[in-house]
């Protein structure tokens, strides 16, 4: 790449105000750096996984809506996490987490469990609960 | 601890974070080494697909080694020692921070990526494997160099806790790390081509999903993609592969470009025409890489691609597959 064709688009680096850094060689061939606003391709990819996790947490939420599913599935998804993340900070074994999002075992969930959850969310106990009623 | 505590210590943006922090911490020292130096002598080039893992619910490729094994190959080669600390306490591994920068001993910290507030939410993933340097304190706020960063920034307390104990893979625990002794004089050419061999033997492992033969493995993955999970999910998946290959800290091109930088710089420190022969080459194979990720961009993109289009960019990733194995050969031999 050369260094006056390092792509300067559009992209969301912009709302943090920052550009990051590329290498390219300049007219004699040397090696150099040079900043960049972004790259539409790989804008382009990042916002279609951006959608991707927009729908998870829609479909979450229809699911704890409907009683299919637990409102810790939907604040999972809501952090970008998936059931190994999740069961890494609650301290939990994965089969224990995904048993949590049955409607009939979440119900029952003492106030310490639920707190765990709760936190790593950084909501209260309340607000999880009230998820979906 | 004293209410403000500030070392003089100069922020270098890089690409990569990795790089970055060593180069600046070396720099911090007194040698004068770049990114790409850092990344070459440390082996940081590789292919590799990661079978069973996930991430974001779509395959995984590393176009680099894993996290803390450029860090720790640099070091062993060049004859630096880190001191290296993980932390089960939260209130331990703030209190050796704060030791260490009454020292006036700038330290490399490992952290997670999700709770970085500085970044932009949109690319606050789980990725806990991110770098950065702590070089003073101003009140209850910690200073940051973050070497993928134009400029230094700041974190609470609070925040720097949470990003140094962020959990899931690559948890880091605490990690803490910094240089603690020096060679007398540092002798980069016996490490260049320790580096350089390294490289070579990976890209060109007989197994058949690292380096080139990772390259032809997610091709043919791709091939299948369409016609297995269905168009959605193909351009999900080709979407993260372009992802990885481009994000920040790649410097471009799945980090062939920083590759080609180290080639020049090590091809006139030995006074090795090679080297600066096969850094012209190593671009253009960069540039290949671009012309695929680009390629790759117009399916995801339009949403509606045809079992033709993911043949096309497969055919792509083939060719380069094919140069890289020629290439790393006659690197193999040029040094």
């Not at chain 1, 790449?1 to 990051?20: I, T």
Request: net charge positive.
């Amino acid at each position: 790449m050369k260094k006056k064709e390092v792509p300067q688009d559009k992209s969301n680096l912009e709302s943090a105000n920052f550009r990051e850094l590329c290498y390219a060689v300049n007219e004699n061939g040397e090696y150099t750096t040079e900043n960049s606003t972004g790259w539409e391709p790989k804008t382009v990819a990042l916002n279609n996984a951006i959608e991707e996790i927009k729908e998870r947490i829609a479909d979450a939420k229809s699911r704890v809506i409907a009683g299919e599913t637990s409102p810790i599935e939907y604040y999972m998804e809501l952090h970008k996490m998936d059931v190994g993340i999740l069961a890494s900070y609650v301290g939990f074994w994965q089969w224990k987490v995904k048993r949590h999002f049955k409607p009939s075992v979440f119900k029952k969930l003492s106030d310490k469990t639920l707190n765990k959850y709760a936190d790593v969310f950084e909501i209260s106990i309340e607000e999880l609960k009230s998820m979906g009623r | 601890m004293k209410p403000e505590t500030i070392i003089d210590f100069t922020h270098h943006q890089s690409a990569h974070c990795e790089n970055g922090v060593v180069s600046n911490l070396m720099k911090h020292n007194g040698f004068s080494i770049s990114e790409p130096m850092v990344f070459g002598i440390g082996s940081g080039l590789l292919f590799c697909y990661i079978p069973l893992l996930k991430v974001n619910h779509a395959p995984v490729i590393t176009y680099r080694a894993l996290p803390g094994h450029i860090f720790k190959k640099f070091a062993k080669r060049t004859g630096v020692k880190m001191k290296r600390e993980k932390f089960s306490n939260p209130k331990d591994a703030k209190a050796r921070l704060d030791e260490n920068l009454e020292k006036n001993n700038p330290v490399g910290l490992q952290v997670g990526v999700y709770n970085l507030v500085y970044f932009p939410d949109e690319y606050r993933f789980h990725f806990n494997a991110h770098n950065m340097v702590v070089y003073g304190k101003e009140g209850n706020r910690y200073l940051i160099s973050d070497p993928v960063m134009e400029d230094v920034t700041s974190l609470s307390e609070k925040e720097l806790e949470k990003v140094r104990f962020a959990k899931g893979a690559f948890a880091p625990k605490g990690h803490m790390y910094y240089p603690i002794s020096f060679p007398e004089k540092l002798e980069l050419e016996k490490a260049i081509v320790k580096g350089i061999k390294d490289t070579c033997k990976a890209m060109l492992a007989p197994v058949s999903f690292v380096g080139v033969k990772g390259i032809h493995k997610i091709a043919g993955l791709i091939r299948k993609w369409p016609k297995k999970k269905g168009i959605k999910t193909a351009n999900h998946y080709l979407g993260q592969v372009v992802r990885m290959q481009e994000e920040i800290g790649t410097g471009g091109g799945g980090f062939r470009y920083i590759y080609a930088a180290f080639l020049q710089e090590a091809g006139k420190l030995l006074g090795n025409e090679k080297l600066i022969e096969l850094s012209k080459e190593m671009t253009e194979i960069g540039d290949l890489w671009r012309d695929f990720a680009l390629e790759a961009s117009r399916i995801y993109k339009n949403r509606s691609a045809q079992t033709d289009s993911y043949n096309k960019v497969a055919d792509q990733l083939d060719h380069i597959a094919d140069l890289e194995k020629v290439f790393f050969k006659k690197l193999k031999k040029a040094v």
